[in-house]
């Protein structure tokens, strides 16, 4: 019979999650303690992102592994998207008495391969008894004397440039709504994303004067950007495409427009910029213009017809 976390206890779990973790240059005291020390050199970014099963993972869809993982990612993009470097992240975990403790071993390895990847460390966190599974990272980061880059700040004039997926992760949750599993490119994105790290820090040293990460989706994300900085965003699709991984589904789901992937799919956690026109960085895309106008996103000069993107209190989805 499988162990759980009843048979081990919560205080003999968290020392067994917090053996051994890696040390990180900025991190003065790690867990062990009421709370972490961090050593920062400019000022401090923290964001959060709270995960909960059968809203943003199944677990019949997702190993525990792909799920830390995912946790880590999502939470890092939003420093990522002010120009930060990710330094400490802490984990709330809260799942059942029952829950087996190979299941939450799994989790953690994801948490400390994406921080790794992230270049960030896990610096403690929070046990505690639920129904299902709530993932909650806290996520630290460093401007090292940057200022923020914020929504608010494109410019007319200025290029809109992405780095990044954009629509893998959608076209990933189509195909496993459906029962399928292939392509495997699209379902592993939805599993865990794979966020462009350090393309934050990249985009503000080339000036980047807005940016966001597209969790929701590129036009409902854009939409913040436009009405905090007061503009009007224009993309041409005619500058991106669907690749054929995202062609194949949308093929087999009727011959649907692969774009709509593109569009209105979230979860990859690109980063999409504004840049004066000649100061997009290497190995980011420019998709449209700013303008002067009403603050909207326009797709090929009209308003996109479907709405898009996420809303965790619609019906629409």
Known sequence: MAETISDVGEHPMIRRLTAGLAAHPQVVLGPGDDGAVLR??????????????????????????DIGRKAVASAVADLEAMGARPVGIVIALNVSATETTQWIDGLQQGVLCECERAGCALVGGDLSRSQQAVITGTVLGDLEGRAPVRRAGALPGQSIAYCGNLGMAEAGLAVLRRGFSS??????????????????????????????????GLVADLRHVAQASG????????????????????????GIDPAQFILAGGDDHALVATFAADRVPDGWQVIGEVSEGEACVLVDGAEWAPTGGWDHFSDSR
């Open 183 to 216: 392509p495997a490119a699209v379902v592993r994105a939805h599993r865990f994303p794979d966020p462009p790290y350090r393309q934050g820090i990249v985009a503000a040293e080339a000036g980047a004067t807005a940016m966001i990460d597209i969790s929701d």
């Open 231 to 254: 503009v009007r965003l224009e993309l041409d699709t005619a500058r991106f495409s669907a690749n054929e991984h995202q062609q194949r589904v949308a093929a087999a789901l009727g």
């Open 40 to 65: 920062f050199k400019g000022d401090v970014v923290v964001s959060t992102d709270t995960m909960v099963e059968d809203v943003h993972f199944k677990r019949a869809w997702s190993s525990a592994h």
